[in-house]
Nanobody, 114 residues
Framework: EVQLQASGGGLVQPGGSLRLSCAAS????????MSWLRQTQGKGLELVAR????????VYGDSVKGRFTISRDNINNMLYLEMNSLKPEDTAVYYC???????RGPGTLVTVSS
């Protein structure tokens, strides 16, 4: 059974930083591209970042370019999202997603507020 457990969310002030983690299990993690998506109340899912299976190539949503960095550890089956210069509009539930079939686990809530 594929499991994707995101963690690391919380309350942070504008301009602050957070690092999200996602522990993957139940499949060959290194063979699949992965993404972070986010969802705000009343809106659909938005692509935050995507990383290739080898970790060499990454793409970012326009709203987070230059502030967020996606990375992965294929030895320990972990996906990460480093978030800097956070803004109130980054407030959302963040999900890690297995790209081929869009499987996602429970998200982690990030709240950016003073």
């Amino acid at each position: 059974e594929v499991q994707l457990q995101a963690s690391g969310g919380g309350l942070v002030q504008p301009g602050g930083s957070l690092r999200l983690s996602c522990a993957a299990s139940g499949y060959a993690f290194k063979n699949f591209a992965m993404s972070w998506l986010r969802q705000t109340q009343g809106k659909g899912l938005e692509l935050v970042a995507r990383i290739s299976k080898g970790g060499v190539n990454a793409v970012y949503g326009d709203s987070v370019k230059g502030r967020f960095t996606i990375s992965r550890d294929n030895i320990n089956n972990m996906l990460y999202l480093e978030m800097n210069s956070l803004k109130p509009e980054d407030t959302a539930v963040y999900y890690c997603v297995k790209d081929d079939d869009r499987t996602r686990g429970p998200g982690t809530l990030v709240t950016v507020s003073s």
